[in-house]
């Protein structure tokens, strides 16, 4: 058993060490064949090509920025509905759950027309408010279905206490469900900054200004017409990569730990 995991874990580390590997050498060793790992002489200078061109540095900033505001939307909106489904019983209640849950179902490409023409229509195209709406919308059921399994593992009795004591709903959501549900939205975070800070399709799309483009963007202009510099192109994805890294780093911890504890009850 070890041993094919040792091997599965070789094969799915190799791209990234090619990835790695050829941003550290020059144009000239990149394109011999057979390939090789780290031959020659490594050099940093496809990372300081891809750092000082085409405003990456800006475009990571703004991915930052989007990613941010997102997640914040996300979370408050997302806590605040599986609150209310765990906790409250309302007229349509399973309806409206089972429509949150059938969107999860459409293809996201689907939808980037109707959303483009939306966004015109509200004079959000060509604005990060464009961007963080639509990432923000098709976050939240996800994310509600996650919080909702969690919110119903808590005990009831702890309402009942609340409620004993005058506290009111939001006592109940804001000093006790939020605290206690800190695992839960770790694995949250984890998915919506991956799917959010790689998102190709509709940053292209409702994006026009260069000033507000995000990484993806700047990754795909890395590609000439004719010649690409592959170098420089691994780099800015290797530096691309480091913030998704640093994420799953600081909360590995509490990954697995939110995913078993959102499926005690769902």
Do not use: C
């Amino acid at each position: 058993m070890y041993v094919l995991l040792a091997v599965g874990a070789l094969i799915s580390l190799y791209p990234l060490l090619f990835m790695l590997s050829t941003s550290l050498q020059p144009m000239t060793v990149v394109f011999e064949y057979p390939p090789k790992l780290f031959a020659g002489a490594l050099t940093w200078d496809n990372f300081e090509a891809a750092w000082a061109s085409r405003d990456f540095s800006l475009y990571l900033v703004n991915s930052l920025f989007v990613t941010a505001a997102s997640l914040f939307i996300i979370a408050l909106l997302s806590s605040l509905l599986a609150f209310a489904y765990s906790r409250f019983e309302f007229a349509g209640k399973r309806a409206s759950f089972a429509v949150l849950l059938g969107s999860l179902v459409i293809p996201g490409l689907t939808l980037v027309i109707p959303q483009f023409v939306m966004m015109h229509q509200l004079g959000l195209d060509d604005t990060f408010a464009g961007l963080i709406t639509v990432y923000a919308a098709g976050a939240i059921p996800f994310t509600t279905f996650l919080l909702k399994g969690f919110f119903d593992s808590i005990s009831r009795e702890i309402d009942e206490s609340i409620a004993i004591d005058g506290g009111s709903s939001w006592t109940m959501y804001w000093r006790m469900v939020l605290p206690l549900s800190k695992p839960a939205f770790v694995p949250a975070i984890i998915f919506n900054v991956l799917s959010i800070w790689e998102e190709f399709p509709w940053a292209l799309t409702i994006i026009s200004d260069p000033a507000k483009r995000t990484l993806p963007i700047a990754l795909a202009n890395f590609q000439g017409q004719y010649t690409t510099q592959w170098g420089v192109v691994f780099a800015g994805s290797l530096i691309a990569v480091v913030p998704i890294i640093a994420v799953f780093l600081l909360l590995q911890r509490f990954f697995v730990q939110g995913i078993m504890a959102g499926a005690v009850k769902g």
